[in-house]
């Protein structure tokens, strides 16, 4: 019988956990002979979850009658699922996903604000008494979210940046699994960190190692930066929200660097844009979806390249400073409609209400080499002296019959493990090949590397990447794949820098493997 294996199994798995004293619902198999008395804690419509003296049990609700004061209504059950974390994803993209869901559903989203932090929308059909769920979004921090999830007091969180190590270990130790494997978290949309002016300001571009530097207050005046002589306010995000994070992790951190107290800091990302916008001397860090009338500078380094945040350059993360916005979700069954809504999230028609709420979607796109017109020239002009014309001739060769899909891979530094938005894009190219969106078609993954070291080691290196995404992405197929999908793997080192090679975060971006569909 299914129901005794599965409760047989966590008996065993779980014969260590602590012992729960309270007693409130009893769970008998349909011919009597299982019987599981425990404290319900929690009923997603289909299985009950029990803390009983063996420990934490999983029971599908159809082979089982309940008894007990604790016992669901079975008939008007209503699901409750808690969210929490970022307050701008869950007052922008999350409501607008919901309201997209509820239309597909022919259901009805109430919204409620139910206090100065919380609200709740209430799904409804039209020919039922009761709600069919209650949403409730928890809006604050990204840290506030990975603590309830940790307390329990949330079932998703909001975040605007991967987990951390220290969180991911305390989830693990809450039994809740391992957050960085990439069936914990999912991208709901693609922002970018932007630093911003006002119109009047003279500077056109800057590097990311002067953004570091003003930041940290090493560089306080645009003289030094060959502006005019004027004190430099820097205007930043409050403390604690996902974007001020992004910044310490993405931008200070590898240089080392801390924040500066000289801040003005702003809760409210339209208070930040405003005072940019009438200051011609400040500089702000904000989203690209959040921008208003301020002026977006694009990054540049010393060898020349500058790169601009748009819908393409941060979908293919070949802009430095993407900002992917995660759900991440612990390693316990959600009820139904939140498992619908989340694969929601990830369909054609959730790409289309990403792209109306202002952010961009991780619908796949493909660029031909067409496109690539920019980065080639920046190829031929900024390729190492060991990186011959042979080697160019052979990667156009690769190219020019072929598209760009706007998936790309890279790797947290120092290790070859693809970073959070690589893994959830992973996922995506694997349930694609699935699907069988690539039938009859040739995907090449191509490594490329950074210019540290010779150039035929960098070659090694790069087609190493390509390999380590490839069969990563093979892990991933549940199913399996048409027969007609031919994966091969090629890599071509430093021939095509996407930024310069003189700060780490040029390096990062350099270091990448992308597809190549045929």
Same mark, same amino acid.
């Given at each position: 019988?299914?129901?005794?294996?599965?409760?047989?199994?966590?008996?065993?798995?779980?014969?260590?956990?602590?012992?729960?004293?309270?007693?409130?619902?009893?769970?008998?198999?349909?011919?009597?002979?299982?019987?599981?008395?425990?404290?319900?804690?929690?009923?997603?419509?289909?299985?009950?979850?029990?803390?009983?003296?063996?420990?934490?049990?999983?029971?599908?609700?159809?082979?089982?009658?309940?008894?007990?004061?604790?016992?669901?209504?079975?008939?008007?059950?209503?699901?409750?699922?808690?969210?929490?974390?970022?307050?701008?994803?869950?007052?922008?993209?999350?409501?607008?996903?919901?309201?997209?869901?509820?239309?597909?559903?022919?259901?009805?989203?109430?919204?409620?604000?139910?206090?100065?932090?919380?609200?709740?929308?209430?799904?409804?059909?039209?020919?039922?008494?009761?709600?069919?769920?209650?949403?409730?979004?928890?809006?604050?921090?990204?840290?506030?979210?990975?603590?309830?999830?940790?307390?329990?007091?949330?079932?998703?969180?909001?975040?605007?940046?991967?987990?951390?190590?220290?969180?991911?270990?305390?989830?693990?130790?809450?039994?809740?699994?391992?957050?960085?494997?990439?069936?914990?978290?999912?991208?709901?949309?693609?922002?970018?960190?932007?630093?911003?002016?006002?119109?009047?300001?003279?500077?056109?571009?800057?590097?990311?190692?002067?953004?570091?530097?003003?930041?940290?207050?090493?560089?306080?005046?645009?003289?030094?930066?060959?502006?005019?002589?004027?004190?430099?306010?820097?205007?930043?995000?409050?403390?604690?929200?996902?974007?001020?994070?992004?910044?310490?992790?993405?931008?200070?951190?590898?240089?080392?660097?801390?924040?500066?107290?000289?801040?003005?800091?702003?809760?409210?990302?339209?208070?930040?844009?405003?005072?940019?916008?009438?200051?011609?001397?400040?500089?702000?860090?904000?989203?690209?979806?959040?921008?208003?009338?301020?002026?977006?500078?694009?990054?540049?380094?010393?060898?020349?390249?500058?790169?601009?945040?748009?819908?393409?350059?941060?979908?293919?993360?070949?802009?430095?400073?993407?900002?992917?916005?995660?759900?991440?979700?612990?390693?316990?069954?959600?009820?139904?409609?939140?498992?619908?809504?989340?694969?929601?999230?990830?369909?054609?028609?959730?790409?289309?209400?990403?792209?109306?709420?202002?952010?961009?979607?991780?619908?796949?796109?493909?660029?031909?080499?067409?496109?690539?017109?920019?980065?080639?020239?920046?190829?031929?002009?900024?390729?190492?002296?060991?990186?011959?014309?042979?080697?160019?001739?052979?990667?156009?060769?690769?190219?020019?019959?072929?598209?760009?899909?706007?998936?790309?891979?890279?790797?947290?530094?120092?290790?070859?493990?693809?970073?959070?938005?690589?893994?959830?894009?992973?996922?995506?190219?694997?349930?694609?090949?699935?699907?069988?969106?690539?039938?009859?078609?040739?995907?090449?993954?191509?490594?490329?590397? %950074? =210019?540290? *070291?010779? #150039?035929?080691?960098? !070659?090694?290196?790069?087609?190493?990447?390509? &390999?380590? +995404?490839?069969?990563? $992405?093979?892990?991933?197929?549940?199913?399996?794949?048409?027969?007609?999908?031919?994966?091969?793997? %090629? =890599?071509? *080192?430093? #021939?095509?820098?996407? !930024?310069?090679?003189?700060?780490?975060?040029? &390096?990062? +971006?350099?270091?990448? $493997?992308?597809?190549?569909?045929?």
């Amino acid at each position: 019988m299914t129901f005794f294996r599965m409760a047989a199994a966590a008996l065993i798995w779980l014969s260590n956990s602590v012992i729960v004293q309270a007693q409130d619902i009893t769970l008998t198999s349909h011919d009597g002979k299982v019987e599981v008395t425990g404290n319900l804690l929690s009923y997603d419509g289909e299985f009950y979850r029990v803390a009983t003296q063996f420990g934490e049990l999983t029971v599908d609700g159809s082979g089982v009658t309940c008894e007990g004061l604790a016992c669901p209504n079975l008939i008007d059950f209503v699901a409750e699922v808690r969210f929490s974390g970022s307050s701008v994803m869950a007052e922008t993209v999350l409501p607008a996903l919901i309201k997209g869901f509820a239309d597909q559903e022919g259901m009805t989203a109430t919204r409620t604000q139910l206090d100065d932090s919380t609200i709740q929308f209430e799904m409804s059909k039209p020919d039922r008494n009761a709600p069919m769920a209650r949403f409730s979004f928890r809006t604050g921090t990204t840290d506030d979210g990975f603590a309830d999830l940790i307390a329990d007091e949330t079932d998703v969180v909001l975040a605007l940046r991967a987990v951390r190590d220290a969180e991911n270990e305390a989830a693990r130790a809450a039994r809740l699994g391992d957050l960085t494997q990439t069936r914990r978290s999912r991208i709901v949309a693609l922002d970018a960190m932007v630093p911003v002016v006002a119109d009047e300001n003279p500077f056109r571009q800057i590097s990311l190692v002067d953004l570091a530097r003003i930041l940290s207050g090493e560089v306080q005046n645009w003289l030094d930066l060959g502006g005019p002589d004027a004190p430099i306010a820097l205007h930043v995000p409050g403390a604690g929200t996902g974007l001020r994070q992004v910044i310490e992790d993405q931008l200070l951190s590898p240089a080392k660097l801390q924040l500066t107290e000289a801040t003005i800091p702003h809760d409210q990302n339209a208070d930040l844009i405003r005072a940019v916008a009438r200051d011609p001397f400040a500089i702000g860090i904000t989203s690209q979806a959040g921008t208003g009338e301020t002026r977006a500078l694009p990054l540049a380094g010393g060898c020349g390249h500058a790169l601009a945040a748009t819908r393409q350059s941060i979908k293919t993360e070949d802009y430095p400073l993407t900002s992917p916005m995660f759900l991440y979700l612990p390693a316990r069954r959600l009820p139904r409609i939140a498992r619908q809504f989340l694969a929601f999230s990830q369909s054609p028609a959730a790409q289309d209400v990403i792209r109306q709420a202002g952010y961009v979607d991780q619908a796949p796109e493909m660029l031909g080499v067409s496109a690539q017109g920019d980065r080639l020239a920046n190829a031929i002009a900024s390729g190492g002296a060991e990186v011959g014309l042979e080697e160019l001739q052979r990667m156009i060769a690769v190219m020019r019959p072929s598209d760009r899909l706007s998936l790309s891979f890279r790797f947290e530094p120092g290790s070859s493990r693809p970073d959070a938005q690589s893994r959830a894009n992973i996922l995506q190219l694997a349930q694609a090949l699935e699907a069988g969106t690539f039938e009859g078609r040739q995907l090449t993954f191509v490594g490329f590397s %950074d =210019g540290s *070291g010779a #150039a035929s080691a960098n !070659a090694r290196i790069a087609q190493l990447r390509a &390999r380590t +995404v490839r069969n990563a $992405v093979l892990a991933a197929v549940e199913t399996e794949i048409p027969e007609t999908v031919e994966l091969l793997v %090629d =890599g071509f *080192g430093e #021939a095509m820098p996407m !930024a310069c090679d003189d700060s780490e975060w040029g &390096r990062k +971006v350099n270091r990448r $493997v992308e597809i190549w569909v045929q």
